[in-house]
């Protein structure tokens, strides 16, 4: 898979998320085909945004903020 | 104060040992705190706990820190309705000056009950019983003060440290910069939780380990040295002097049967590559003896209580590392991030590192992280390695080796 920009990755991601109540970020990285590291560093960009949030529910889990 | 009586609760403060019920009880003018007592003595009654764990609580941009409490009788015990707990990164050693202990139960008496629990078993410092409301202006205070919160849920959890250089001779390494600099480069992973589970991280300045980083920690760091123990035979010969007794209390308990001791010439000598450097003989004679020059650290992997698997010590994958300050602690950094990448990639939801080795093999997990097999990974002590060669690295003789094929072939099989 061709490599892909912060903007493309941020939009996969947050496509992903929309689809789904929450995630694992082992899990996003599998869904959209990309490296796990890279998924954490735009995880991380987006939770400082305000954008996601983190559940604990057993294990910590992502998700878009305030989606039920 | 409630004016309930809770002859439960009052069971507790009986004996000589310290009650957390009397402790509470000076707190209890607070209403949250009485009303804590009460739904604590009403769990005894009911023989369950009444808190729901979990959800979602946090502040702007951090996943970990912040641990969610709600009590499943609201209606009944409306004060302890949420009852959050902060977690606040402490500092390296728990040194803390008067002030900021002061800063940080002013911010605590504003925004929560007032309770604390210094500390909590990862370290940091514990702030018990807040509302979802005054979380933000809580950690807005806490930060506008210096403070950071700690790691909780699935992330590093906060690095801690023994007291270290600061007020002990034994300190093999730095563990207070060391402790320091690992929280502060690894802070993504401590604030935003992105592992299969919890990863913890402690520091001992030498083997008397006394964060004991071994049983509790995923990755523990021990101070260790290379070279020689030091000798002063003068000071032996004032333990001598003093009636001490070298053979029974020392030579006879070192584990690897490294120390001897001359009654006559009251000579101490240590066989030091023999030694396993358990500090037993300084721990006895620090007057006379004491840990060598050349010093690093042992790294160790895997320790955790039961959870999943049974409780695991941890186990050795480095035996001696130097660990520079001046390069940053380079290597050790980039072994973590290494070990990070594999369990990433292969552990399942809540596996920590020391049952994924446990599930894959250490043959696996050396491999992965690029770390070679050394005598000093054993199981048990003195009798179980734990290591079997790939069966590619295996050189048969012409008559074929038998038994080493078989070795191979069962870790292959298993």
Known sequence: MAELTNEELRAKILEYLNKVDKAKNKDVATAIGALKRDVDKVINELAKEDILEFLYLGTSYVRIKGKE | ?414
Request: net charge negative.
């Open chain 2, 1 to 414: 104060m409630s004016e309930k009586k809770r002859p439960l609760l009052e069971e507790l403060k009986k004996g000589p040992w310290p009650s957390f019920v009397k402790e509470m009880e000076k707190s209890a003018h607070n209403s949250k705190t009485a009303e804590l007592l009460d739904l604590l003595e009403r769990s005894y009654e009911d023989k369950t706990g009444h808190w729901k764990h979990g959800g979602i609580v946090g502040v702007t941009g951090y996943g970990g820190g912040v641990i969610g409490r709600y009590t499943d009788l609201p209606e009944e015990f409306p004060e302890v309705r949420e009852f959050h707990t902060m977690r606040v990164n402490q500092p390296s050693g728990w040194y803390y000056t008067s002030d900021a202990l002061r800063t940080l139960c002013d911010i605590w008496e504003k925004h929560g009950s007032g309770l604390t629990n210094m500390h909590g078993a990862t370290g940091d410092a514990i702030l018990l019983g807040t509302t979802t409301e005054h979380l933000q202006p809580c950690f807005n205070d806490l930060s506008e003060a210096g403070f950071d919160l700690g790691g909780s849920g699935s992330n590093m959890r906060t690095p801690s440290c023994c007291a270290g250089p600061a007020r002990c001779q034994n300190a093999c390494i730095d563990t207070l910069d060391l402790c320091h600099n690992l929280t502060n480069t690894f802070q993504d992973y401590l604030h935003r939780p992105s592992f299969p589970y919890k990863f913890k991280i402690k520091i001992s300045g030498c083997a008397n380990d006394c964060v004991a980083s071994i049983a509790r920690a995923d990755l523990s760091i021990i101070g260790t040295w290379r070279d020689a123990i030091r000798i002063d035979q003068e000071a032996v010969k004032e333990y001598a002097a003093q009636g001490y007794d070298i053979q029974g209390l020392v030579v006879d308990k070192c584990p690897s049967q490294a120390c001897t001791y001359n009654a006559e010439t009251q000579e101490f000598t240590v066989d030091n590559p023999n030694c396993v450097r358990c500090m037993h003989c300084i721990n006895k004679m620090p007057k006379a003896l004491r840990i060598g020059k050349e010093t690093g650290a042992t790294i160790l992997i895997g320790g955790k209580a039961t959870i999943v698997q049974s409780a695991f010590l941890s186990w050795v994958i480095v035996p001696f590392m130097k660990l520079e300050k001046e390069d940053d602690y380079a290597e050790l950094k980039d072994l973590i991030e290494r070990i990070w990448e594999w369990w990433d990639e292969n552990g399942k939801v809540r596996e920590r590192v020391g049952e994924l080795i446990y599930r894959k093999g250490m043959r696996e997990f050396l491999k992965a992280v690029g770390l070679p097999p050394v005598p000093q990974m054993v199981k048990h002590p003195r009798a179980n390695p734990y290591f079997f060669w790939w069966p590619d690295e295996i050189i048969s003789s012409a008559s074929g080796d038998a038994e080493a094929e078989a070795a191979a072939g069962a870790e292959v099989e298993k």
